[in-house]
């Protein structure tokens, strides 16, 4: 094992100190049908072998950047500057974990400091954490963190939210005795979405989760929800799954949210095979000492200079244990790093820029596709994704376009695995790095496909 430096020296020494012969010994409570099971693997290989066979594994799938590609649904292609990736291995930050000791972890700490900064400015509220694993779980403890505020236990979900941001929402609250109500999608109607989550609030319920854009890609109007549940004295918690719409759209926060949670995956992170992600967390300032996570801070030392801290970190699980808010312990360091880079080369005009233009391309391709024979467009509002519904069985239309070298989109029906009228619909994503020829392409084959 390269990375045990024992000598077997050691090693007999090691087997003296625990009074035994041989290292099976140790295993002698182990039943030995168990111990000496058949197990179906292949033999030990060596390190060149082993990376021939995963080269080969990797040459099955189809590479993201290799084909036209329209897939979203929470996880975006974007182009990521060669500045991030510089920046984020560097032995300082590639290495580097927990910031303890402020002493010697300046550098971590401040891009921290800087990265809140950027997600409470991004999300409209007063304060941010330092950042969360991904956009679900910041859901879900959204979700524990308005039970702990309003002491009420009835969560509502719209039927908006994404699907697999729902179902860890019910695994994290499974063994608690909140109340979640999950209300039905509206794949065509976002205003019918709107007003069955105004219904559903009343003075039992702790918070509503909507998602805007929607999983379909419309946008909601989270004024007239949050004055809902502000009569009721719940609270909002708005969640965005794609960060780069936020450079076009009110902010959730300016828009009456309490809690804004979002994924960040899509500055300076790729898709990575679906993680890892970075979840961004914002609140209200009054909300802060029952806010998951960690939190950076301004400090001056004994000469009066300026620093950084963490703060607020009794809150998590490794100081307080079970009496913690959370259970937050490690945060996505390296990704929010990713983050901060991205957007600070980009800066406010920069992100304004590449949002006007994902939202353009957009406008594009759903013009193009709505002239397809069995294609409906069911959004009116949109910022880079939209619905179709086509006149036949979504996932065999994506299998179909697969064999003609397209990534077509993602069917609903991968989303909300438990329904069976969404089956026609495909959700259809298009960032700055979709060109008008890989359009036509999509428009042409999707045309073929259905015939």
Known sequence: MRYLPHTQEDRREMLAALGVDHVDALFEDVPANALNADIDLPDHQSEMQVERAMARLAAKNVDAGSVPFFCGAGAYRHHVPATVDYVIQRGEFLTAYTPYQPEISQGTLQY?????????????????????????????????MARRITRRKKAVMAGGLHGHYADVVGTVTRFTDDAVTY????????????QAIIDQIDDETSCVVVQSPNMFGHLLDLKRIAEAAHAKKALLIAVVTEVVSLGAITPPGDQ?????????????????????YLGLFGTRQKYVRQMPGRVAGEAR????????????????????REKATSNICTNSGLC??????????????GLRKLAMLNHRKAVELRDLLAGVPGVEVLNETFFNEFTLRLRRDAAYIVEALVERDVLGGVPVSRLLTKRDDVDNLLLVAVTETVTRDDMETLARELREALA
């Open 336 to 349: 929010a790093l990713a983050f901060t880079t991205h957007l600070s080369l980009l800066g406010e005009v």
């Open 256 to 276: 009456g949210a309490d809690i804004v949670v979002a994924e960040g995956q899509s500055l300076g992170n790729g898709l990575n095979f679906g993680g890892p």
């Open 112 to 144: 921290l400091f800087e990265f809140q900064t950027q997600v409470a400015t991004l999300l409209g509220t007063e304060v941010a954490n330092a950042s969360m694993w991904d956009g679900s779980t910041a859901t879900a403890e959204a979700v524990l």
């Open 183 to 194: 209300l039905e999608p509206e794949p065509a109607d976002p205003d019918a979405e709107t």
């Open 301 to 320: 030392d004994a000469d009066g200079r300026r620093g950084f801290v963490l703060t607020l970190s009794t809150r998590e699980q490794h100081i307080r």
